[in-house]
C-alpha cells in the first residue's frame, strides 16, 4: 500500500526535531552535526536568532497579500541584490526550478521581442541539474529524471561538461541562451574553470545568445562570494538563485539585466506566492548577515580550513578519498566504493552531508559554521574512513 506521503524520496529514518545552529536534534534526542544544511539551504544554520526574529515580526503583521499588491519587503530585497550583483532586475518565485523556468521564458521571450521568435533552443552541460519540473528536466537531460514523463520538452541541446568547443558547435540561428551553473552540485562538485566562464560569456556576446547561470545551490555566499561566478569575474545575462536566500524558508529569485528582461511586460508571467512578505522579510535578514563586513572572508577561511582537512584525509585515507573538490564551503571528495553506504555510517556516527554523482559526498555546512565544529567533522570522518570497507 502506497505510503501516504508520496514515495518519490529515498529517506533515511532519522526525523529531527529542532535546531541549534550546526546542530540538529533528533526525535530520541540524538544530536548531529549538519554539514548538509538542508542540501546548501540553511546558511545561517538552525534558528539563527536574526532569522527566528524576521520571521516572527513578519509573521505577527501580515503574512500574504499577493502580488497585486506593492511589497515593500520585496522591493527592498530585488533593491539589495541589484545592488550586489550583475543584475538590474528580479522576479521571485518559491524555488530553484521556478527561477530556472522564469529565465528559460525569459530567454525566449528576449529574442522573440528583438525579432528573431525562432531562437528559442537552451545549451546545457551534461551533468547539469536545474530542477524537477518538465521544462527543467529536459534541460537536465538525465535520463533518470525524464524517464517515464515524456514526451520530453522541446528546445535543449546538450553537450558535454565544460566543452566550450561543443557549445560553439551547437549553436544555430535557434540557439537563445547557454545554461551552465559554475559549479554543478548535484553531479558531483564539477567546477567550470574560470576560463570556461570568460570563453562562454565571450562567445554568447559574438553569436547574441544570452548567458544563463544556475546559482541555486552554488550562490548565496557558499562559495564565500555572493554569487560563485564572482571568482570568475564573468557575469551573466540571466541568473537563478534559490536555496540559501531564504536560509530555510523557500524563496527563488531570477534575476537579469534590464536587456535580457526587457520581454517580462506586465502580465507576461507571474506567481501567486513569489516573493511574499513572511520570505521576503527572512531573505532580507539573510541578506543583513551575508553583506555584512567579514562574512564572505570567513566562509573563505572556513572552507580552506575545512578543505586542508579534507586534503589530510586524503592522504591518510588515500585508498578510499580519491579526489577533493570545490570552492569556500561546496565541498566535496570523491570516495572509493558506496558513497551512499559511507554516507550512512557518517549519520550513524552523528555526521550529516549530501550524496552526490560521480562517487561524490558533498560537504555543505551552514556557512558561520564554527572551527571547533570543523574540527569535529574532520574527526568524525576520520573515525568512519577508518573503519569503512570500501
Ligand atoms: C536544487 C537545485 C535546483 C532546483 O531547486 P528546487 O528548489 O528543488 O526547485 C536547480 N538548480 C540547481 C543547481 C540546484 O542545485
Redesign the pocket.
Known amino acids: 500500500m502506497v505510503t501516504p506521503v508520496m514515495p518519490t524520496y529515498g529517506r533515511t529514518e532519522v526525523a529531527f526535531e529542532r535546531g541549534e545552529g550546526a546542530w540538529l536534534i533528533d526525535t530520541s534526542g540524538q544530536r548531529y552535526l549538519d554539514f548538509g544544511a538542508g542540501?546548501?539551504v540553511n546558511c545561517l544554520g538552525h534558528s539563527h536568532p536574526g532569522l527566528v526574529k524576521a520571521l516572527q515580526d513578519q509573521a505577527g503583521k501580515l503574512w500574504h497579500t499577493s502580488n497585486l499588491y506593492q511589497i515593500p519587503g520585496q522591493t527592498r530585497l530585488a533593491e539589495r541584490l541589484v545592488a550586489n550583483s550583475f543584475a538590474d532586475t528580479v522576479f521571485f518565485g518559491n524555488?530553484?526550478?521556478?527561477a530556472?523556468e522564469c529565465g528559460i521564458k525569459m530567454a525566449r521571450k528576449y529574442h522573440a521581442m528583438t525579432g528573431n521568435p525562432g531562437r528559442y533552443r537552451i545549451i546545457t552541460f551534461e551533468g547539469a541539474?536545474?530542477?524537477?519540473t518538465l521544462a527543467?528536466i529536459a534541460a537536465g537531460a538525465q535520463e533518470k529524471h525524464l524517464a517515464g514523463f515524456g514526451p520530453v520538452v522541446d528546445g535543449f541541446d546538450q553537450v558535454p561538461f565544460g566543452d566550450v568547443d561543443a557549445v560553439k558547435a551547437a549553436i544555430t540561428d535557434q540557439t537563445a541562451a547557454i545554461l551552465v551553473?559554475p559549479i554543478q552540485?548535484?553531479s558531483g562538485i564539477r567546477e567550470l574553470p574560470a576560463e570556461t566562464l570568460h570563453q562562454l560569456r565571450a562567445l554568447a556576446d559574438e553569436t547574441g545568445v544570452l548567458l544563463f547561470y544556475?546559482e541555486?545551490?552554488?550562490g548565496m555566499g557558499r562559495t564565500g562570494k555572493l554569487f560563485a561566478h564572482e571568482w570568475a569575474g564573468a557575469a551573466p545575462d540571466i541568473m537563478?538563485v534559490?536555496?540559501a536566500l531564504g536560509g530555510g524558508f523557500p524563496i527563488?529569485a531570477c534575476m537579469a539585466t534590464e536587456k535580457a528582461a526587457q520581454g517580462m511586460t506586465g502580465g507576461t508571467h507571474g506567481s501567486t506566492f513569489g516573493g511574499n512578505p513572511l520570505a521576503v522579510a527572512v531573505a532580507n535578514a539573510v541578506l543583513d548577515e551575508m553583506l555584512a563586513d567579514g562574512f564572505l572572508s570567513d566562509v573563505v577561511d572556513n572552507g580552506e580550513k575545512l578543505r586542508a582537512g579534507l586534503e589530510r584525509l586524503e592522504i591518510s585515507h588515500h585508498n578510499k578519498i580519491l579526489e577533493v573538490r570545490g570552492t569556500g564551503l561546496m565541498l566535496g571528495f570523491k570516495v572509493r566504493g558506496d558513497n551512499l553506504a559511507l554516507i550512512g555510517k557518517l549519520v550513524d556516527a552523528g555526521l550529516l552531508t549530501v550524496v552526490a554523482g560521480d562517487g561524490v559526498v558533498r560537504l555543505l555546512p551552514p556557512l558561520n559554521i564554527g572551527d571547533a565544529e570543523i574540527d569535529r567533522a574532520l574527526d568524525v570522518l576520520d573515525q568512519v574512513l577508518g573503519e569503512f570497507e570500501s
Open positions: 542540501i546548501a524555488s530553484g526550478a521556478e530556472v541539474f536545474h530542477g524537477r527543467t551553473e552540485g548535484e544556475d541555486v545551490q552554488c537563478a534559490a536555496k527563488g
